[in-house]
């Protein structure tokens, strides 16, 4: 369900809405994804009162995102250096993508959890999980393999590890 009417009208006729707030101090971030499987991906901030800002989920690792998170940051009275802690819910490119990239240039701290961690640490070893081979297994049919087989190169060709 989407957050807003701007963000509904995005997801179905295209295009990045602006930032909107959900709470005090929180705020829903959209930003750009690359290819052609959506036009964008939430990432959320929390302005902390102290000056603090926390970024869950920022995106892929794309000069897009970066523009769009300074972009919406400066909106709000504050910026990428403003950054203490990064969280990634989940280890999907589109929301631990710009997240070493992040960290590496504000210092913040990145949280995950252990098993998401692990699961990144396979991919960096080159132990990964044969999707299509798996899902050939439960009888998918043949085209569905192959844009299982598009969608797996085309978002492993936009993975940083963080």
């Known amino acids: 369900q989407a957050l807003s009417e701007a963000q509904f009208r995005a997801a179905t006729v295209g295009g990045v809405p602006d930032p909107e707030p959900i709470a005090e101090g929180l705020w829903s971030v959209p930003v750009p994804m690359p290819g052609d499987l959506l036009d964008y991906t939430l990432s959320v901030v929390h302005l902390g009162p102290d000056g603090a800002v ?30 203490r802690h990064i969280v990634v819910t989940h280890a999907h490119p589109d929301h631990v993508g710009a997240a070493d990239a992040l960290r590496r ?47 797996i190169t085309r978002v492993s060709e936009g993975v940083v590890l963080p």
């Not at 970024?55 to 950054?83: C, F, K, N, Q, Y």
Request: no cysteine; proline share 5%.
């Open 54 to 83: 926390t970024a869950v989920d920022p995106g892929w690792e794309t000069p897009e995102v970066h523009d769009r998170l300074e972009t919406a940051l400066a909106s709000l009275g504050r910026s990428v250096a403003d950054i």
């Open 105 to 151: 240039a504000t210092g913040a701290r990145l949280l995950m959890h252990e098993r998401e961690q692990a699961g990144l640490e396979r991919l960096r070893a080159g132990l990964t999980l044969d999707a299509p081979s798996t899902v050939a297994g439960w009888g998918a049919p043949d085209e569905a393999l192959d844009r299982l087989e598009q969608g």
